[in-house]
């Protein structure tokens, strides 16, 4: 055995996977929702475990009025007071070789009649464990924390430093990831421990939240003839923006190969009326449209724009719908061709799984956008199956988690080296 496999296995044998269970669970059962003050506590909490492991912890609160000022702002959907910035860095010379990024926050929990008991109860049930969040993705955030756990208990001492991006908002758009790289920190290549089934993702697809607001005309339900359905005049807007959602679907790259819909447009909330026996003259739409990979968000707006303006609808005609953007702005991002990380991961997962890892693109927008726009090549592989993310019953394989605690350390030690 070598020396760099003497060190290697003995990191593996520092991870503690019921200690990583355990961790997982204490993230779990924080409710930190975006925006709300338990995303702040679960920061707060990170912080203090990268301490602990012995890392150069930077924790800030970020500058809200300052973020949004500036250049490249990803938008926000999520009401906020408050949000705070992690980041965690190992000894050793220059710039990280690795970082290892995950976010803090989740999305609401939805009706509670849905879930199996408390969804921050953290349950589990054999090898799965149950709770909001736990896939997407806590499970990823505690797999990195464990990596440095184990670092510091075996007591390796990495070359290069390896950084930990523990950030908030990534559910309504990147706030966190934003405040990250606008404060300077960076790194040489990050790994998003996003829920990925096994596969590596090396690209992921953009998402823009529009709203749509449709007029009608008020009257009296009794006398509907004398009003303008605002709810009616919508169908025509819906069926321009599914034969758009065709067309911007035809001949996807082929890295979506097997992806039915890599860019879909979905109308996610609608309201109308205010009155039960009134005419409602007013609607309001509000949806997330696909940017196809490398496609200016502002051409992927101006072809939503242009084909609700070009609809042939003699009301719509003198009442054009209005279109604005407002919360998250997705663009699309995708790792280099040809990058040495899509290929250190693979190597560790093949290693540790015993099977080579699909290489695909995911249809959803995420926090890998912004480190490729800073210079930071980035992809995804963490545990846990986006088809639990969002969902009731969201849960999460905690083999795993096992299995992407060990990759990241051995890709952690790969690229950092360790001191002689």
Same mark, same amino acid.
């Given at each position: 055995m070598s020396q760099d496999e003497v060190i290697e296995a003995r990191v593996l044998d520092a991870l503690d996977e019921a200690e990583t269970v355990r961790l997982l669970a204490d993230l779990v059962r924080v409710p930190s929702v975006t925006g709300t003050d338990a995303e702040s506590d679960l920061q707060h909490h990170c912080a203090r475990l990268l301490v602990e492991a012995g890392l150069d912890v930077d924790v800030w609160k970020l500058d809200l009025d300052e973020l949004r000022a500036a250049p490249g702002f990803p938008g926000t959907e999520a009401p906020r007071t408050e949000g705070y910035g992690v980041v965690g860095v190992t000894e050793g010379e220059g710039e990280p070789a690795l970082v290892l990024q995950g976010h803090a926050d989740v999305v609401p929990i939805g009706d509670p009649a849905r879930w199996e008991g408390d969804p921050f109860a953290a349950r589990i049930s054999g090898n799965i464990m149950h709770g909001r969040g736990a896939c997407d993705m806590k499970a990823g955030l505690a797999a990195n924390l464990a990596v440095v756990a184990a670092l510091s208990r075996s007591g390796v001492r990495l070359a290069r430093p390896l950084a930990l991006h523990c950030v908030v908002g990534e559910e309504d758009g990147g706030l966190g990831a934003f405040a990250t790289l606008a404060r300077g920190h960076r790194g040489e290549a990050a790994v998003i421990a996003e829920p990925t089934s096994g596969a590596i993702i090396a690209a992921t697809a953009g998402a823009l939240t529009f709203r749509i607001e449709v007029a009608g005309r008020a009257a009296h339900g009794a006398t509907r003839y004398e009003g303008v359905n605002a709810l009616e005049v919508f169908w025509p807007v819906?069926?321009?923006?599914?034969?758009?959602?065709?067309?911007?679907?035809?001949?996807?790259?082929?890295?979506?190969?097997?992806?039915?819909?890599?860019?879909?447009?979905?109308?996610?909330?609608?309201?109308? /009326?205010?009155?039960?026996?009134s005419v409602p003259d007013l609607l309001v739409a509000e949806g997330r449209l696909g940017v196809r990979l490398d496609e200016d968000p502002a051409q992927a707006r101006l072809a939503l724009e242009t084909a609700i303006a070009e609809l042939?609808?003699?009301?719509?005609?003198?009442?054009?719908?209005?279109?604005?953007?407002? /919360?998250?702005?997705?663009?699309?991002?995708?790792?280099?061709?040809?990058?040495?990380?899509? /290929?250190?991961?693979?190597?560790?997962?093949?290693?540790?799984?015993?099977?080579?890892?699909?290489?695909?693109?995911?249809?959803? /927008?995420?926090?890998?956008?912004?480190?490729?726009a800073g210079g930071i090549p980035a992809l995804h592989y963490g545990p846990g199956d986006v088809r639990f993310a969002h969902a009731p019953r969201e849960q999460v394989d905690l083999r795993e988690l096992r299995d992407v605690t060990r990759v990241l350390a051995l890709l952690a030690l790969r690229r950092c080296g360790v001191r002689g």
């Open positions: 819906f069926e321009v923006i599914r034969r758009l959602e065709a067309d911007r679907n035809r001949d996807p790259d082929p890295v979506f190969d097997g992806n039915p819909m890599p860019y879909p447009i979905e109308i996610g909330t609608v309201r109308a /009326g205010d009155w039960a026996s042939d609808h003699p009301w719509l005609r003198e009442h054009p719908p209005v279109v604005t953007w407002p /919360g998250g702005q997705f663009a699309s991002g995708r790792l280099p061709t040809g990058h040495a990380l899509l /290929g250190q991961v693979a190597t560790a997962v093949a290693e540790v799984t015993g099977s080579h890892p699909a290489e695909a693109a995911a249809p959803y /927008g995420s926090d890998l956008r912004l480190y490729a």
